[in-house]
């Protein structure tokens, strides 16, 4: 049996039995790398994805594919500052004081309580700030 062995496993057939081992060992340190770098884009432990991938070689690469974060830490620090400029913008405009409602900036009554929010200019009848001491539309002295 051993003599059909050795006559089947040429130095051709050994060559590339070679290769496609080095071809899969290969692709085992590339999947580790990919995972450990993804990992941390991904602001996931990467030791632990490491781990996952380590122990159990190829299955560990679709585990992990699976279970990974689905946005990278970047991206998600990104929409929490839009979300923060977004809810600033909202808020500058402010909030009724006596219902509560939410006014814009160029209200100067309430919408829901009818609670006079700002100033008019007499002359160009623009809202106005209390603290204003002259219209900046028309330049009308305010009182």
């Not at 990974?68 to 977004?86: G, I, K, T, V, W």
Request: charged share 20%.
């Amino acid at each position: 049996m051993s003599k059909y062995i050795s006559e089947l496993m040429s130095p051709q057939l050994m060559g590339v039995v070679y290769a496609f081992v080095g071809f899969i060992i290969a692709l085992y340190v590339l999947s580790v790398v990919y995972v450990f770098i993804d990992a941390r884009r991904r602001g996931a432990s990467a030791l632990v994805a490491w781990g996952i991938i380590a122990l159990i070689p190829f299955v560990g690469l679709i585990a992990y594919l699976v279970l990974r974060p689905h946005s990278y830490a970047s991206d998600r620090e990104e929409q929490e500052l839009d979300m923060a400029l977004r809810e600033r913008q909202l808020a500058q405009y402010g909030t009724c004081p006596q219902c509560g409602a939410p006014i814009e900036k160029d209200f100067v009554v309430c919408p829901v309580c009818d609670t006079q929010v700002r100033n008019v200019c007499p002359s160009c009848h623009r809202p106005l700030d209390a603290h204003w001491k002259v219209c900046p539309y028309c330049r009308t002295r305010i009182q």
